[in-house]
């Protein structure tokens, strides 16, 4: 992410941003896969995947 580490300033910022595009990209992926194959996939929670999200931002924007 060589663009938004030169734009953002705030390590942890750059930290929480990281964990939110590999969860959404991990969705599209997964999302992309399952039609590819022609399967059906597991669906989502909407509201626990976003849970997710934030509960390991803050995480991460505790510790670092």
């Keep these: 992410m060589p663009l938004a580490e030169e ?3 705030c390590k942890r910022c750059l930290h929480v941003l990281a964990i939110f595009v590999a ?10 896969f399952n039609f ?3 399967i059906q996939g597991d669906s989502f929670e909407y509201l ?3 849970y ?8 991460v924007f505790v510790v670092l």
């Design 52 to 59: 997710y999200i934030v509960v390991e931002s803050l995480l």
């Design 36 to 38: 590819l194959l022609g």
């Design 23 to 32: 969860y959404i990209g991990f969705y599209f992926f997964n999302l992309i």
């Design 7 to 9: 734009n953002i300033v």
């Design 48 to 50: 626990i995947f976003l």
